[in-house]
């Protein structure tokens, strides 16, 4: 703590606009591009940014683990508040993203607030949270889905919408179960339509399913329904959507209301690669 505290004038001396790309280069390690995002939006009058960093392509979930992120603002945020705005946030974005399903100790996500933009402390009441939540939150879930993009070997984002849950912590159970099958993932790359590995996945999830409730969907088009396959006659559509760098799978329960999302990325030979030749 020592050296740290010696150094802080220092870096105090340095500071400069271009400092939040510096900060990002310095941080990224198996990354392939750097990850920034800024935002402004008019609150109580005043103009507030958000500005938010981060880093992570490897041992991605559970708990974050290797990714660190640094957001900024400059509006004037009751602590609490503050807290709570990050920890929902968190759930929505950095915490519904998995590369590999691995963790590490590293995993950091800091919020900090300088109060420079003037406005009214925003508290839990405050008519303009909500604005502020929703500009934060497209920060947040902006950096996740690049770190996504970013994993390592990744070639595709793939999201995964559990509807028609019982509750929330089923539709995300369900849609990790997904995330993290390495059958999927590897299908996802060989842009084969596997419907049986989905399936499987959510039924290993250990969740309470009616089987004949279930449906699934790759972006609008129907794959699995009343317990069975749906015959495609027509596969060019399907075959086309397999190419997509992005991709949409839909999974409906049929037994609630609840829903999550969660974003994964492919499973490529180049990660085996990665990996394998990483050494520390």
């Known amino acids: 703590m020592a050296r740290i505290r010696k150094s802080i004038p220092e870096l105090v001396k340095g500071l400069q606009p271009s400092g939040l790309a510096d900060a990002e280069e310095g941080i990224m390690t198996t990354d392939k591009f750097p990850k920034i995002e800024c935002r402004r939006a008019l609150i109580a009058g005043k103009e507030v940014s958000i500005c938010g960093l981060a880093k992570g392509a490897g041992m991605i979930e559970p708990g974050m683990a290797t990714m660190l992120s640094f957001i900024l603002t400059d509006a004037a945020v009751d602590r609490g508040t503050l807290r709570q705005s990050l920890i929902e946030g968190v759930a929505e974005s950095f915490n519904a993203i998995s590369v590999d399903g691995c963790m590490s100790t590293n995993d950091t996500v800091l919020l900090l607030a300088g109060g420079q933009a003037g406005n009214r402390i925003l508290t839990g009441r405050s008519r303009d949270l909500p604005l502020f939540r929703g500009v934060l939150n497209d920060v947040m879930r902006t950096l996740a889905l690049s770190i996504v993009r970013d994993g390592e070997g990744a070639t595709k984002v793939i999201t995964i ?43 290993a999830s250990g969740i309470p399913l009616a089987v004949d409730g279930v449906r699934l969907y790759f972006e609008d088009l129907l794959l699995f329904s009343k317990g069975r396959g749906v015959d495609r006659r027509d596969e060019t559509k399907l075959a086309a959507l397999m190419k997509k760098p992005s991709i949409l799978v839909k999974v409906k329960l049929g037994t609630g209301r609840a829903s999550f999302t969660a974003y994964a990325s492919d499973l490529s030979h180049d990660y085996v690669s990665i990996n394998a030749h990483y050494h520390t």
Not at 169 to 189: G, H, P
């Open 161 to 203: 919408r559990v509807e028609e849950a019982r509750s929330r912590e089923e539709a995300r159970k369900a849609a990790f179960s997904i995330a993290r099958s390495n059958l999927v993932k590897a299908a996802f790359y060989g842009q084969d339509p596997n419907w049986g590995r989905i399936i499987a996945a959510v039924g």
